[in-house]
């Protein structure tokens, strides 16, 4: 069942077409997630289908009903900002409450509310608190009871964990997956962080330029981008690239069929092998991550990047099979070429 449908919306500022034309569908329950990098439309839209933010053109459907002009306040959406605001002389209780107490609920209907949103979010101890004495992990989980209590029809997040340093990132993202779960809820997440979106969504919308360029699993995303700019942006560290005029020297045994104009390969995904190599980098920065380690070189020119359990040092020569490592095929106009394509060429 469709939740939200959004169809050929557009946003303008004065000549300035920040959105061309966006569609999008999500559905009851999923945890959709806006990604893109900064200036690309993610939070502009988000605000535009919250209400905060008038559309140019196009609409916004909830539940079949069109949203357009109506007010953010009637919209049955609930908004989670990256700024907390939470109001600094009201209790935990009477923060998560207030949007109830706004809308004329019993004050009895509004204690039991809170009380049941506060033991999702394990807030019954701080009830009490002033925002003040609170750590930023709290206080985010505030916002977001504060929303919840609202029962609203879809939850947006606006980049709600940026302002947390990133061991409480880490532990607010499993937390918020597993409120997502208890709640069965639809949720659409905007962040510029790209792990966040990873390990979040059950879709992820790649933005760039107020355009998508893909939607997808996370899973579908790293393994089968649909264009360079998806295969650079989704994965850390970032896909390395190298044109097809570049293979022929450094791995002349290498077929690349017709039609291939550049290889993407990602660095965890790069076949270390000193017995069979078809060639070598130089080591210019040796990155440890504890389970392995990130080697910085060039080659043919380009800035490469690998990822290996395998021990070496600066200076060392690094002998890498791009011939059994898992290559990602773009065309001229930087489109995936599909793998079956390039075999049926060779």
Known sequence: MTKLAINNLKKAYGDNLVI?????????????????????????LLRMIAGLESISGGEIKLNGKCLNGIHPSERE??????????????????????????????????????????????????????PGKLSGGQRQRVAIGRAIVRDPELFLFDEPLSNLDAKLRGEMRVYLKQLHQQLNATMVYVTHDQVEAMTLADKIVVLNKGNIEQVGAPEELYNRP????????????????????????????????????????????????PTAYDCEMTINVVEPLGHARLYYGELAGETFVVESENAYAQGDKLPLSLSKSVCHYFDQKEQRIERSEVANAA
């Open 20 to 44: 061309p034309s966006v569609d999008l569908g999500i559905n009851d329950g999923e945890f959709v997630v806006f990604v893109g990098p900064s200036g690309c439309g993610k939070s502009t």
């Open 77 to 130: 959406v609930a908004m989670v900002f990256q700024s907390y605001a939470l109001y600094p002389h009201m209790t935990v209780e009477k923060n998560m409450g207030f949007p109830l107490k706004m809308a004329g609920v019993d004050k009895s209907d509004i204690s039991k509310k809170v009380k049941e949103t506060a033991s999702h979010l394990q807030l019954e101890a701080l009830l009490n608190r002033l």
């Open 226 to 273: 649909v264009n360079r700019f998806v295969a650079a942006f989704i994965g850390t560290p970032v896909m390395n690239f190298l044109p097809h005029t570049a293979l022929g020297m450094i791995a002349p045994n290498m077929p690349i069929p017709e039609g291939v104009k550049s290889i993407g390969l990602r660095p965890n995904q790069i076949v270390v092998d």
